[in-house]
């Protein structure tokens, strides 16, 4: 019988979707600029098992151009392409469902570029329900950097940091010890069902440690997400009796739905890790979905190249672990949900189409194009596996 993977490294976009200008994103390109500088520092980004993958090749389908010091140009292990986003936005949700089968079609609200950010009337109620002395920050900011400007003065005074991005979210760090865990979560919470009206799509937990300037976020974040608009490929493949493992933040992003076992790691290496023991693990019918969120919020954000490179060579030299623990009738596809092209200005994601790399043991090598829709993923696993057809996507295989 069938098992299937998603293999998500956030954030790891191909080059600039065709809309990429409305959004202020014309010419970013995530994978192709981080090659370049590689090259260019005289440190080729190297990435064997993903090239032999198609990586490179993908990136050329998305965008006429072959990434600095990737040489394969034929011979692939895997079905590749690309695909553009159908969604109305750049952000993790809209990215994760579409691939799921569920492409949001709606606007989200996000919150102005402006000092204030948050509504009056959205802190205020958010203070008074909580009970907190006020807040610090309440504008667009780097959650790395805004830790490190406001975290003496969050400890001193009690008051959490609240910001947001371009993403429909609003998020809340504070001290683990001096604030609480428990508390901040019944903040979010709070500030969950507040923002109802305002029609965002997540609050997100950012809980840190450390002391006097030197602060460190933990993995105890947590994702207050709506649900996602329609049935996706999580509720198809548990609906069906299927296992449906969700690695990381996944199960945050889908609010539980359609998850049956949910395990969390602390970075890319510890998921990874995890993700191998769900290989061996996992019966029949069953689906795991993976979000290596370092390559977005540790490295794509903050705007780190360097971090971002090493990073993707440590998964790339992974890979062969777990192609050697699949079975004859797994499939796994390696793909992202947007860009956050770390030589791009700003800290925001970028609107960028992202890799299609299907493989496993039952795979035809070939080149798949350019999809128009992230949900053509979704439907290629469901038809794998044998569920209910997603209501968007095509089976590319």
């Known amino acids: 019988m ?12 191909l080059g600039a979707a065709p809309d990429a200008a409305a959004f202020g994103d014309a010419g970013a390109d995530t994978f192709g600029h981080i090659a370049a500088w590689a090259f260019a520092n005289g440190e080729p980004l190297q990435l064997p098992n993903l090239e032999r993958l198609g990586l490179a090749a993908a990136g050329h389908l998305a965008g006429g151009k072959w990434a600095k010091g990737f040489a394969r140009r034929f011979d692939f292990g895997a079905a590749y392409g690309s695909a553009c986003e159908r969604s109305t936005g750049k952000d993790t ?3 994760h469902w579409e691939i799921a089968g569920a492409p949001v079609d709606f606007e989200w609200g996000y919150f102005p570029h402006t000092v204030p950010a948050f509504p009056l009337e959205l802190t205020a109620a958010l203070q008074a329900q909580s009970g907190v002395p006020g807040f610090l920050g309440d504008c667009h900011a780097s959650g790395t950097e805004i830790i490190k400007q406001l975290g003496d003065q969050h400890v001193a005074s009690g008051k959490p940091i ?9 998020q809340i760090a504070a001290h683990e010890e001096a604030f609480g865990l428990e508390r901040l979560y019944a903040l979010c919470e709070a500030a969950f069902k507040l923002v109802e009206p305002y029609n965002i799509g997540r609050i997100i937990a950012r809980p840190f440690v450390g002391a006097a300037g030197n602060y460190k976020r933990t993995s105890n974040r947590r994702d207050y997400a709506v649900a996602p608009p329609a049935p996706t490929l999580l509720d198809h493949v548990k609906d069906a009796g299927g296992e449906v493992v969700a690695l990381g933040k996944v199960s945050d992003i889908f609010a539980g739905h359609g998850v049956t076992r949910k395990v969390k790691g602390d970075g890319n290496m510890a998921l990874f890790d995890a993700l191998l023991k769900v290989v061996d693990e996992a019966g029949e019918d069953a689906l795991a979905f993976v979000n290596f ?3 977005d919020q540790s490295y794509g954000h903050r705007r780190d190249i360097a971090g971002y490179a090493a990073a993707l060579r440590e998964l790339d030299a992974r890979l062969p672990e777990f192609i050697a623990r699949m079975r004859p009738d797994d499939l796994a596809v390696i793909t992202a949900d947007h860009g956050c092209d770390p030589t791009w200005a700003g800290t925001d994601h970028t609107r960028e189409q992202i890799p299609m790399l299907f493989f496993g043991p039952g795979v035809t090598p070939r080149a798949l194009g350019v999809s128009s829709c992230f949900s053509d993923i979704g439907q290629t696993l469901a038809s794998h596996l044998g569920v209910a057809p997603l209501a968007h996507g095509s089976n590319l295989l």
Not at 2 to 13: H, N
């Open 93 to 95: 949700q809209s990215g």
């Open 162 to 170: 609240i910001y947001t991005s371009s993403d429909s979210v609003l």
């Open 2 to 13: 069938s098992r299937a993977f998603i293999l998500l490294l956030d954030s790891f976009g």
């Open 293 to 295: 969120v370092d390559f």
